[in-house]
Each structure stands twice: as C-alpha cells, then as structure tokens.
C-alpha cells in the first residue's frame, strides 16, 4: 500500500548539531510539506514542495532548510539545532488536484 | 498573514451530547476547509472537508457547515462516544499561485465523557 514514513521517530540532539529528518511518499504526490507541532500553536508550516528542484519557505522556515531531489523524499535539515527547536515535526503530501494532505506518523525532536 | 481561529480550545460532553467546533477565516479565495482528528501520539488523520460551491456536508455522526459570506466553517458530531475523545484541527487553503496551503487552527480537545 502507498504510505508516508519519516525518520526517525525520536531524535534527541544537541545545540549546534545539523540533524536532518527524512520523509518518503510512495504515493507519487507532487506536493510536500513540513510542520512543527508545539502545544498552543497548532502545526505550523516550515517549508513546502510543489515538485522536484522546487522548495519554497513557510510560516517559521527560520533555521531550517530542505531539498527536493526526486518525487519520493523531502527530507528536513536543521543546519544548527537550537532548543527553540524542540517539537514534534510532521511530514505531510498531497496531490495537485484535491489539496486533501497526508501526514506522516511525525518524528519527536528533542535540543538538549 | 492570513489566520484561521479555531473555538473553543477545550471542549467537555457527555456521551451521547452533541459537540460543536467553530473556525474563521480570513482569506475570502479559500475554497477547500479540512478538519483533523488526533489522537494522542498519533498523526492528524483527515475525517472530513468541504468545498465552497456546498453548504454542508455529512458523513455519518460527523457533518460540516460552511458560511461563506461570513467566513466561518464548524464541525458538528452527534451521538458522541469515548473513542472521539481526541483533538480536532480545522484548516483553511490558502493560495499563492495554482497550488495551495493549509492554514491550520491551534486546534479543540474534546473529551467525551462515558
């Protein structure tokens, strides 16, 4: 079955390290997101894919970079991690015609 | 920026009442309104949306109204049981070109009390 993945599930780090969370869609989905999800905040978008060798910036892409090198994978890098970063980050895909998004199953963050 | 509120951010009912979750909006091109379920520890999952060229739409226990003239969109669950417990996040696409995102509210806990 056609599925989204990320990894890893839990991550715990430290301030200044690049950490980078991958994110898979086998459901040949043009259109990739990624969130943060921080309680009292919702999820809050970082940055998007419309297609390959496409990336664009969200609400708080601040600290974070990505890249889009094939249809399958956006992977998420955090260049140097900072305890503000602490959340849960959420995957998410959808195709170009119903803009109904699938997330992923999210990966915990922890900054030390 | 463009925002969506979600109320109320807590939400308590008997088993059996109703619940009601309401969103704004503030963009008047969004045409497509998601709402979400999570569950504790889990991903949002996708319980129903609707599209601006309808009023309403049901699925079961679940429906959703749209007022598009007064940009308000609300979640409406009958005969609630336990397994509902969970918290609901309503969305709204905002678009900058052909392609659109969502603009998510902070989200309703709502329990369900047996």
């Known amino acids: 079955d056609a599925e989204i993945t990320q990894s890893p599930r839990h991550k715990i780090t430290e301030t200044g390290r690049q950490v980078t969370l991958a994110c898979h869609q086998t459901?040949?989905?043009?259109?990739m997101f990624w969130y943060r999800q921080d309680l009292g905040h919702g999820l809050r978008l970082i940055h998007y894919?419309?297609?390959?060798?496409?990336?664009n910036k969200g609400e708080v892409s601040d600290g974070y970079s990505v890249s889009r090198s094939n249809t399958e994978d956006l992977p998420l890098t955090l260049e140097s991690a900072a305890s503000s970063q602490t959340s849960v980050y959420f995957c998410?895909?959808?195709?170009?015609?119903?803009?109904?998004?699938?997330f992923g199953p999210g990966t915990r963050l922890t900054v030390l | 920026g463009e925002n969506v509120e979600q109320h109320p951010s807590t939400l308590s009912v008997q088993e059996g009442d109703s619940a009601v979750i309401k969103c704004t909006y503030s963009d008047s091109a969004s045409n497509y309104f998601p709402w979400y379920k999570q569950e504790l520890g889990k991903r949002p999952q996708l319980i129903i949306d609707i599209r601006s060229n309808v009023g309403e739409k049901k699925d079961q226990r679940i429906a959703v109204t749209l007022n598009k003239t007064a940009k308000h969109f609300s979640l409406h669950i009958t005969e609630t049981q336990p397994e509902d417990s969970a918290v609901y996040f309503c969305?709204?696409?905002?678009?900058?070109?052909?392609?659109?995102?969502?603009?998510f509210g902070k989200g309703t806990k709502l329990s369900v009390k047996p």
């Open positions: 998410a895909s959808s195709d170009q015609w119903t803009d109904t998004q699938y």
């Open positions: 969305a709204a696409i905002i678009y900058g070109g052909s392609q659109g995102n969502l603009i």
């Open positions: 894919s419309y297609g390959v060798h496409d990336t």
């Open positions: 459901w040949n989905h043009n259109n």
